[in-house]
């Protein structure tokens, strides 16, 4: 049970985003803060997520790509982020980043639903 209960939550982050968004509204989160504390959750389940559906659709393990896409990444906004302020702030590029992390494993997520949903079709067509 608690097998089906992890393979749920890995094949659907957003229902931690909502689990996430209802108990900080029940402990007493501020609205402004709500959704960042719920995105700040969620990111790491997305992450696993997008490798395992990647295995899943291409049958190979590319973790290795994600992570150092996020290693770029981090890189990238530290160096812009010392590029034009004076006070290099550590905690707020790690918050940007880790957003921006949020943001684009949204987008690889449903990206990667589509194709695995094509490939199917196309495959049960044939």
Request: positive net charge; proline residues 2%.
């Amino acid at each position: 049970m608690l097998q089906n209960i992890l393979g749920g939550l890995l094949l659907f982050p957003f229902l931690i985003l909502i689990v996430c968004l209802i108990l900080s509204k029940k402990i007493g989160v501020s609205p402004s803060r709500r959704f960042g504390f719920a995105v700040d959750w969620t990111t790491p389940f997305l992450g696993v997520s997008v490798t395992v559906l990647i295995h899943t659709i291409w049958d190979q393990w590319l973790g290795f790509y994600v992570a150092g896409t996020v290693c770029i990444l981090a890189i990238l906004f530290s160096i812009v982020e010392r590029l034009q302020m004076k006070e290099f702030r550590t905690f707020l590029v790690l918050r940007k980043t880790w957003r921006v992390y949020f943001l684009l494993l949204t987008c690889v997520y449903i990206l990667l639903l589509g194709i695995g949903i094509a490939l199917q079709i196309i495959q049960y067509a044939n």
